[in-house]
C-alpha cells in the first residue's frame, strides 16, 4: 500500500549484541539523562500550592455580569450566541415584571442561559458580541470533572456574585477588571 507521509520508519528486528543482552550501558545512559535533570531549573510549580500569574489576555471561564446595584446586565438579546463559532451558548428570554426592576437591569433578562464549556474554545467572542457588558471571560480555570453533564453551566453557575451581599466574592470574581459605571 502506498504511504500517506514519508514517516514510515522500518524496525529494527536484528537479534541483540551481548553488550544489548546485559542492559547495563542502557540504564547507565539513562541514569546519566536523570541525574543530568536533578540540578535543573524545575519547569513545573508546585500547583495548587503554587500559582503561576495569568496573562493579561487570559481568557477563562465566562462570569455573567451584574451592575453596581446588583442587576443583571443580560438582556437576552442573543447576540453572544449568534457570534460564538462553537454554538455553545444557548438561552430563553422573559420579561421583567413589576417590582423586579431591582433583579434586572433591563425589561428582558435570561430566564435560562447555559453554555456548554466541552465546545467552549475560550474564544471570547461571546464577550465581545455583548453590547451590555454582560458576559465576560475572567481569569479562572473551568474545573475539571468527571462527568458530562457538569461541564454545562447554567445561569447559577456563571452569575457573578452579589456587589453589595457579597461584594468580597464580588471583587474576587471582577479580578482586574475595570467595572463599568451603569448609564441607568
Ligand atoms: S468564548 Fe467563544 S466559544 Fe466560548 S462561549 Fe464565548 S464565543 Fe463561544
Ligand atoms: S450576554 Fe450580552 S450578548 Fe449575550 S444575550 Fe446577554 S446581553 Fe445579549
Redesign the pocket.
Known amino acids: 500500500m502506498q504511504p500517506l507521509t514519508n514517516k514510515i520508519k522500518q524496525v529494527d528486528r536484528k537479534p541483540m549484541t551481548f553488550m544489548e543482552k546485559l542492559y547495563l550501558p542502557a540504564i547507565f545512559k539513562g541514569m546519566t539523562i536523570t541525574f543530568s535533570h536533578i540540578f535543573k531549573k524545575k519547569p513545573t510549580i508546585n500547583y495548587p500550592e503554587k500559582q503561576r500569574p495569568f496573562s493579561p489576555v487570559f481568557?477563562g471561564l465566562?462570569i455573567l455580569n451584574r451592575d453596581e446595584e446588583g442587576r443583571e446586565n443580560c438582556t437576552a438579546c442573543g447576540l453572544?450566541a449568534v457570534?460564538?463559532?462553537?454554538e455553545?451558548?444557548t438561552m430563553e428570554a422573559a420579561e421583567r415584571q413589576q417590582g423586579e426592576e431591582h433583579l434586572y437591569k433591563e425589561e428582558k433578562y435570561a430566564a435560562k442561559y447555559e453554555?456548554n464549556m466541552l465546545?467552549?474554545?475560550?474564544?471570547?467572542?461571546?464577550?465581545e458580541a455583548c453590547p451590555k457588558d454582560a458576559i465576560y471571560?475572567s481569569e479562572t480555570f473551568t474545573p475539571a470533572d468527571y462527568q458530562r453533564k457538569q461541564f454545562i453551566y447554567s445561569k447559577d453557575d456563571l452569575l457573578i456574585p452579589h456587589p453589595k451581599e457579597n461584594p468580597d466574592a464580588y471583587q474576587k470574581a471582577l479580578g482586574n477588571r475595570p467595572q463599568k459605571v451603569s448609564e441607568n
Open positions: 481568557r465566562q453572544c457570534a460564538c463559532p462553537a455553545a451558548i453554555i465546545r467552549c474554545i475560550f474564544c471570547g467572542l461571546c464577550e471571560l
